[in-house]
């Protein structure tokens, strides 16, 4: 299913939370350095690609370092931990980071196309519909947007996640788990789903588009941003820009993302193309993200997942008035 080439373009640094500095004193006010922490999707990637946010911070004498993740989960950890200074997740991972007293707040979203998560089973599986997954081994990252999915998914078909065999497993070990026949089915999201559906012995069981909606957020370390406003402010606009940009010339983008994640540029055309894809759609927090958190983190903690009620707006930033 996947290269060694793919793989490892793909898992990267899967140890940089690991290796993240446990650091507990927030940067001074004038920032020097403006940590990162970034997976290979989405415009941020494309941006690193570029050396956009270096140019755009660069005249006010701020040096950009990236750590790479393969999940929002450990990255907000490093985040809330003062390890990191920003950052990209799902809709998710915020919330177990919040309900953990994590030292960060939500600056930006952006929406992707709900087709660009799917849950994948074998092209021989009896598994034909999403009732059928009950009593079966199903992989997704606890934490994640594919959690959030997968409860959605399973509700429809009038299931709970206590009807499967919930396994968690972060992406690169769940795509090995699928290849080898160890789960029945993995519920995951953009590039992983591409490399994965273009194996001939996966078949998609369903897509996320009409089950949940595809949030994802810009967040911060709450010392920095509150420190650094106009730092964070110029890189949610610069990420815009950016976004903008690699909408209108989709071929150049394509090869920009493919050398820098590793994954082919076949198989990156079809996460960009993918209906309702726009890298252009970012933008400061709005209500209508900080509504839809609310709900999801409401939902998650009437089903026992979210071990508090959480208020979303205690956490969330807005930049200062123009």
């Known amino acids: 299913m996947f290269t060694r080439r793919q793989t490892l373009g793909l898992i990267g640094a899967a140890g940089a939370a690991l290796a993240m500095p446990n650091i507990r004193t927030a940067q001074a006010a004038t920032a020097t350095t403006f940590r990162i922490g970034w997976q290979k999707n989405g415009v941020l990637a494309l941006a690193k690609s570029l050396g956009s946010l270096e140019k755009r911070l660069a ?9 790479e993740f393969t999940s929002g989960p450990p990255l907000l950890e490093a985040l809330g931990a003062n390890a990191l200074d920003f950052g990209p997740t799902g809709d998710v991972p915020p919330l177990f980071a919040q309900a953990a007293g994590g030292n960060l707040v939500y600056v930006g979203a952006y929406r992707g196309p709900s087709t660009g998560s799917a849950i994948l089973v074998h092209k021989d599986s009896p598994i034909q519909k999403l009732e059928d997954l009950k009593g079966r081994k199903v992989a997704f990252k606890r934490g994640s947007s594919a959690h959030n999915f997968t409860v959605k998914a399973l509700r429809k078909a009038g299931l709970t996640v206590a009807d499967v065999t919930a396994v968690d497993l972060p992406p690169p070990d769940a795509a090995a788990a699928f290849k080898t026949y160890s789960i029945d089915a993995w519920a995951i999201w953009d590039p992983y789903f591409a490399v994965a559906e273009a194996d001939p012995d996966a078949r998609v069981l369903t897509t996320a588009d009409g089950i949940v909606e595809s949030w994802s957020f810009y967040l911060g ?5 509150n420190a650094n406003p106009e730092i964070v402010e110029e890189v949610i606009d610069e990420l815009t820009k950016v976004g903008t ?3 209108s010339n989709l071929d150049e983008t394509i090869k920009a993302l493919a050398s820098i994640t590793g994954v082919k540029e076949e198989v990156t055309r079809i996460v960009l193309t993918r209906p309702g894809a726009d890298l252009g759609r970012v933008y400061l927090l709005t209500d209508e993200a900080v509504t839809y958190q609310q709900a999801l983190a409401d939902e998650f903690h009437g089903l026992g997942i979210l071990p508090k009620k959480l208020n979303i707006s205690d956490i969330v930033w807005r930049p200062r008035a123009s």
């Not at 005249?59 to 750590?67: F, L």
């Not at 370390?221 to 941003?225: E, K, S």
């Open 59 to 67: 005249p006010h004498g701020v040096r950009v370092t990236w750590a």
């Open 221 to 225: 370390n709450t010392d920095f941003t």
């Open 245 to 247: 940009a690699a909408q």
